[in-house]
């Protein structure tokens, strides 16, 4: 059993930054790959960002690559989304995930998820 808490959304500036932090709970965490989603208003959860249990590897949508970076440290059980040159299509509630697999885009592979955090992009 995983238990994952979100923090660090909040109101920023478009051209700004947040950093977005999930804290884990449980002993396996550094076997779980971790994802971040994202959910804005009448749209579907969408894939954000992915990193391997190890923090080897990791994956990003196309519309964030390059803007957005995913981090770990299984040491603390923690994940990090660090969110540069925020665009107001960006706003939306993030949720971290953990997976059973290595990695993977498909949230129906997920099986632990967050509460989420509001992320709002003034332009």
């Known amino acids: 059993q995983v238990q994952l808490v979100e923090s660090g959304g909040g109101l920023v500036q478009a051209g700004g930054s947040l950093r977005l932090s999930c804290q884990a709970s449980g002993r396996t965490f550094s076997t779980y790959g971790m994802g971040w989603f994202r959910q804005g208003p009448g749209k579907e959860r969408e894939f954000v960002a992915a990193?391997?249990?190890?923090?080897?590897?990791?994956y990003y949508a196309d519309s964030v690559k390059g803007r957005f970076t995913v981090s770990r440290d299984n040491a603390k059980n923690m994940v990090s989304l660090q969110m540069n040159s925020l665009k107001p299509e960006d706003a939306a509630v993030y949720y971290c995930?953990?997976?059973?697999?290595?990695?993977?885009?498909?949230?129906?592979?997920?099986?632990?998820w967050g509460q989420g955090t509001q992320v709002t992009v003034s332009s």
């Open positions: 995930a953990a997976t059973r697999f290595s990695v993977t885009r498909n949230r129906n592979l997920y099986d632990y």
């Open positions: 990193i391997t249990g190890t923090g080897g590897r990791t």
